[in-house]
């Protein structure tokens, strides 16, 4: 057999310049991309550093003992992140979620969720913040999380079998030490709505068709009517170190036909304007869905690409302003803060300029060209990996 070659360029080391128009561009709260795409979705990276190592994410291979992860001089530190949350937030963005790599590696990130947790929308629509997790370390967090500010919590979780988790995560990290830490965010209140209800804990499962198919029914049996809603993720093409390949692609209709095998469901409306995922509802006997079984979730951002309705940015642990997850290049705001000394102002102008002119597409570019080829099939031009910028 034949060793993977994995092609590595440090988008670390690539950035555009964010620069500040000449025509003010204020902060108005209707901020639109070329596409007229709003901005109401932010997603901020904490840290570069994960303890585990999924293939699909952080191989061992490259994310190995010799690779250099970034300083910590070149993270932006809390105030820098409230500072630019504040900003993004008055150009409209409602919902601000924490990635990594694994957020919870980040030492003391209690006090930024705290921070962020008291931003006051214009309209005082409370905002909702969220993080997602590989719930090694949520079981002893979960509380501290809650009592900070946090609102919701999403756990990443590939399977209930053990011997198919450890070998997913390639750390050899045990599957019942997730399922204490989802119940422990359970416990804490993590995901509870204005009426006690647990609508906001949710469970995300990459399905892998040479990997973790066999786990998708025992996870539906395991989270169906727990108030925990389970979803499930296309392999996708992030980046260049995951040896991504389309045959390794189950398709969500295909995860939905698993399940029906065994439970039927029917279709929800989104939840949102720009929701990802579509919803199933577990039935009952009547054939209607029952809330007290609860639903599922598929995110199909590759046979059925939802670009369109993309409101999502993607802030890097040390500053760039990323405009789509198969990006190459992202804008450096942390420039403006330590070295130009901008005004939040100049900030939210930067920002709106860079927004206006955003036109991605990957996914709908992606499916509709040839199986073999790629929109940034240029070795010039390697997408960023989502350990860097978050899923």
């Known amino acids: 057999m034949s060793e993977r070659v994995i092609p590595l360029v440090d988008q670390r080391l690539r950035a555009l310049a964010a620069t500040v128009p000449a025509l003010p561009i204020a902060a108005t709260g209707l901020l639109s991309d070329s596409l007229g795409r709003p901005l109401s979705d932010l997603r901020i990276s904490v840290t570069d550093r994960c303890n585990f190592r999924c293939n699909y994410c952080m191989p061992k291979e490259v994310f190995n003992k010799d690779y250099a992860y970034l300083p910590h001089s070149e993270l932006l530190n809390f105030e820098e992140i409230t500072r630019l949350a504040k900003v993004f937030v008055a150009h409209g963005v409602r919902k601000i979620r924490l990635t990594g790599g694994e957020p919870l590696l980040r030492k003391n990130l209690e006090i930024l969720i705290d921070q962020l947790a008291n931003i006051q929308t214009p309209d005082g629509t409370p905002l909702d913040l969220t993080l997602t997790t590989n719930g090694s370390l949520l079981a002893r967090k979960a509380k501290s999380l809650k009592d900070a500010g946090l609102n919701r919590v999403t ?114 409306e989104a939840s949102a304007p720009g929701e990802t995922a579509q919803r199933w509802g577990y039935a009952n006997a009547n054939g209607v869905f ?71 597409r990957y996914s709908e570019l992606r499916a509709s060209m040839p199986a073999d080829s790629s929109p940034n099939s240029s070795s010039t031009a390697r997408r960023v990996e989502m350990s860097y910028i978050g899923g």
């Open 155 to 268: 756990v990443s979780l590939d399977g209930l079998d053990d011997a198919v988790f450890r070998a997913m995560n390639d750390v050899d990290f045990p599957v019942a030490d997730v399922l204490d830490g989802i119940a422990a965010a359970k416990d804490a209140g993590l995901g509870l709505d204005a009426n006690g209800q647990l609508t906001g804990l949710k469970v995300n499962m990459v399905v892998k068709r040479t990997t973790n198919v066999d786990q998708i029914l025992p996870m539906a049996r395991h989270f169906r009517g727990s108030g925990i809603t389970l979803r499930f993720i296309e392999y996708m093409d992030v980046g260049a170190t995951n040896g991504w390949c389309m045959d390794d692609v189950l398709p969500s209709a295909e995860v939905i036909q698993h399940i029906q095998q065994e439970f039927p469901l029917v279709a929800l």
């Open 290 to 360: 029952d809330p007290a079984l609860g639903e599922v979730g598929v995110i199909s951002s590759v046979t059925q690409a939802f670009c369109r309705d993309c409101n999502r940015a993607r802030l890097s642990t040390e500053g760039k302003l990323y405009l789509c997850l198969f990006a190459t290049q992202g804008y450096d705001l942390r420039s403006l803060m330590r070295g130009s000394q901008a005004s939040d102002a100049d900030i939210a102008s930067a920002i709106g300029h860079i927004w206006h002119k955003r036109d991605d």
